[in-house]
């Protein structure tokens, strides 16, 4: 028999790059998805396989699924900051009336469940890098708040359920990830500085572009999770690339990536934008014996490679099909 995995978010850039790892590791995947922000067509190619099954469900009401489940991850949320703008509410219902029915689901089929957190449970942060022991400096009222307490909420309501009920948990904090599949539209740096190049628009840097992010491929971001679901380790872990580098220097890393001759032009920084961000990965060093392996040259190279290949129309959609009449 092979093991059951329900994968919530399982159409979106993390979910899908799960789903697959899931089926390539022999499980048997349900991928659930409400279709907002997620997009069939990332994972269109495992339909033809029995061991895969998408239910279309938004787990943000009582979610049902027959038969056993082995494990569950918890991947369905908004996650890029334009998102939380427009979606704020479904935003904060997904983290948490949605993590209360997969816990609750977890309980029922004896299942172990890891939940996705984020960096943003840092906020804006007066410690660097972060290691999981810092406790953040968020702003619950500012236009980031919806993701960040959700997910703060989230790992509360996950570590209640693992101390009262017994419950097996894990959580996992992932800091900025690319690749294929990410949402050309939804205004995170990477997608945004690519669109941009490949319509021939100028690279929109917000502030003065001396905020740092830290970029993990893909890959390794899933082998973490896959080595963490795995391990015995119930506290969070931050997962992600220790990497640092300006937003500046990353534009002129696409610039040149990409051979635009367009620009940079400067945009006022988003309120309560974290000035730095940084992993402490050394938990998931010691316990995981894990550690980004692909460098952001060889990982930019592979994801604009893949924006490349998208049909033309797709460069100028400016919001997902789904998202405009959901809002209404
Ligand atoms: N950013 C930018 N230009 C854009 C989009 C984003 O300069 O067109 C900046 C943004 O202000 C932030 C960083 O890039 O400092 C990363 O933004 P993103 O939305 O990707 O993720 P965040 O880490 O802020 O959640």
């Known amino acids: 028999m092979r093991k059951r995995v329900l994968i919530t978010g399982g159409a979106g850039f993390l979910g899908s790059h799960l789903c697959d790892r899931f089926i390539k590791e022999g499980y048997h995947v349900i991928a659930m998805d409400n279709l907002i922000t997620g997009d069939l067509r990332n994972i269109e190619h495992l339909f033809k396989l029995e061991q895969f099954e998408f ?63 984020t960096s943003e449970v840092y906020g804006d942060p007066t410690v660097h890098p972060q290691p999981e022991e810092y406790y953040g400096n968020v702003n619950s009222v500012g236009p ?17 359920y693992h101390t009262f009920h017994g419950l097996e948990t894990r959580i996992v904090r992932i800091f900025n990830t690319y690749g294929p599949r990410m949402r050309l ?40 999770i896959y080595r963490l679901l795995l391990s015995d380790y119930v506290l969070p872990m931050n997962i992600g690339n220790p990497n640092e580098i300006t937003i500046s220097e990353f534009a002129e890393e696409i610039i040149k990536l990409t051979g635009t001759t367009q620009k940079v032009i400067y945009h006022p920084l988003p309120k309560d ?20 392996k692909v ?10 490679d893949y924006f490349k290949s998208l049909p033309r129309e797709v460069l100028f959609e400016r919001d997902h099909k789904n998202f405009d009449s959901y809002i209404k």
């Open 55 to 117: 239910y279309h469900h938004d787990v943000s009401k009582f979610v049902h699924v027959p038969g056993q489940l082995d494990y569950i991850l918890h991947f369905a949320s908004p996650a890029s900051p334009i998102d939380y703008l427009k979606i704020p509410i479904q935003t904060l219902k997904v983290g948490s009336l949605g993590i209360h029915n997969l816990l609750g689901l977890a309980r029922a089929k004896k299942a172990r469940i890891m939940i996705a957190s």
């Open 185 to 224: 539209n939804d205004g995170r740096v990477l997608p945004a500085f690519i669109g941009q190049a490949l319509r021939g628009e100028d690279l929109t840097v917000f502030g003065d572009g001396s905020q740092t992010r830290s970029f993990c491929y893909v890959d390794d971001l899933v082998e973490g």
């Open 273 to 292: 934008d974290p000035k730095q961000r940084r992993p402490d990965i050394t938990k998931a060093k010691n316990i995981l014996g894990w550690e980004p």
């Open 295 to 304: 460098s952001r040259a060889e990982g930019l190279k592979i994801t604009y």
């Open 144 to 160: 980031r708040g919806v993701y960040d307490e959700a997910k703060r909420f989230q790992e509360a309501m996950t570590m209640a």
